[in-house]
């Protein structure tokens, strides 16, 4: 037995060398530090239980589902997207959890550009089954047993949701080797775990190949960022064209069970303000738009002026420990597309009286 598996591991190494060799659940075990136990406990049955979810409000209105994993399948998921995910390629048009990728970066592809045109997925990580999460295992080279279980520790299998009830999402196949493995559900990625981001650009590989070939035909450049879709030329271009490769993308799109929100797809022509990822591309470099600057400004004096708390209250955040990772956040991402500007707001928001466990004294400048 010792010798096969030598032989499994080393056979597994020649095809696919930068990949972690897996042959069994137990083996995977050893890998992470979990117990077979506890791997086994999270691929049987609707594994709930192996998640918090909270809501959260988006900027466009309503609220996205976040499913935090606990912290042993956090563990095993963060295995798996640093050994496993990170060593498979995506698309290079997909500039979203990736190396080196960035919103400026995708960004970038589009400055200048005359026409714009922009799309949005609804419910992606949703809406990727655990039929296609279990593809990109298998075609890594795993078994079909270990693809089947790699792809039970990414997945979460539905329950009470009207969405998930319809028969697309019910497993229809009753016949496993392993009569445990069964569920009534299949599978979607959870948006909250640390797998999630790199198996959706996993998946969307083959699409993302198809709608580039689609968009190179038209002559305009493509992009995915997540769910952000976006196309742009800077050659002749009219708004029936746009139309059309609106249509040509939503169809394709609906071929792999992914669906379009209508009510963000925009056609841009050239003349209009154009913003892409919330950043202005009429230049030769992506820019701060000025609400986002506004918006900025108006944290750090209304912070100066009444202080943390008066200004948490104000603006409703659950703590000022909350707040202050906000806005630091918000620092930090104008920092990566304009280092003067960040670096300006970064001294007024030191100079905010932050309690000391909130901010504390040798907090890095």
Not at 16 to 41: D, E, N, Q, V
Not at 45 to 73: C, E, M, N, W
Not at 169 to 197: D, E, M, N, V
Request: charged share 25%; net charge positive; proline share 6%.
């Amino acid at each position: 037995m010792v010798q096969r598996a030598a032989t499994a591991i080393e056979d597994f190494l020649d095809r696919h060398p930068k990949l972690p060799p897996i042959l069994t659940l137990k083996h995977l075990a050893s890998r992470t530090g979990i117990s077979w136990y506890h791997l086994r406990k999270m691929v049987l049955g609707s594994r709930a239980s192996d998640y918090t979810f909270f809501k959260i409000r988006k900027r466009s209105g309503g609220h996205r589902q976040i499913s935090v994993p606990d912290a042993k399948l956090m563990a095993v998921q963060r295995w798996i997207a640093a050994h496993i995910l990170s060593e498979l390629p995506v698309h290079r048009a997909s500039f979203a959890f990736a190396p080196k990728s960035s919103i400026r970066r995708c960004a970038l592809q589009h400055c200048g550009a005359r026409w714009l045109i922009k799309m949005d997925i609804s419910g992606f990580f949703g809406s990727i089954s655990e039929l296609k999460v279990y593809r990109v295992f298998l075609e890594a080279g795993y078994s079909p047993l270990v693809a089947l279980e790699l792809t039970r520790l990414c997945t979460h299998a539905p329950s009470g949701s009207k969405r998930y009830d319809r028969p697309e999402w019910l497993a229809h196949a009753t016949r496993r080797k392993i009569p445990a493995y069964r569920q009534f559900h299949i599978g979607y990625l959870p948006q909250g775990a640390p797998t999630s981001p790199m198996l959706s650009n996993l998946v969307m590989r083959e699409l993302d190949k198809e709608i580039a070939a689609l968009a190179a035909r038209a002559g305009v450049t493509y992009t995915r960022y997540s769910d952000d879709i976006t196309f742009s030329t800077n050659g002749d271009f009219d708004r029936a064209r746009a139309m059309l490769l609106v249509r040509q993308v939503t169809a394709r799109l609906r071929r792999v069970g992914l669906s379009v929100n209508g009510r963000k797809t925009c056609i841009v022509p050239p003349g209009a303000r154009k913003v892409v990822l919330g950043l202005l591309v009429d230049g030769a470099e992506p820019r701060l738009t000025r609400e986002f600057r506004d918006h900025l400004r108006q944290h750090l004096y209304y912070l100066e002026k009444v202080g943390p708390e008066a200004h948490r209250d104000a603006r409703k955040f659950d703590t000022v420990s909350g707040m202050h990772r906000h806005i630091r956040g918000l620092i930090d991402y104008a920092k990566s597309i304009d280092e003067g500007f960040a670096a300006k707001m970064r001294l007024k928001f030191d100079s905010v009286p932050w309690s000391p466990d909130v901010a504390p004294p040798s907090e890095d400048a």
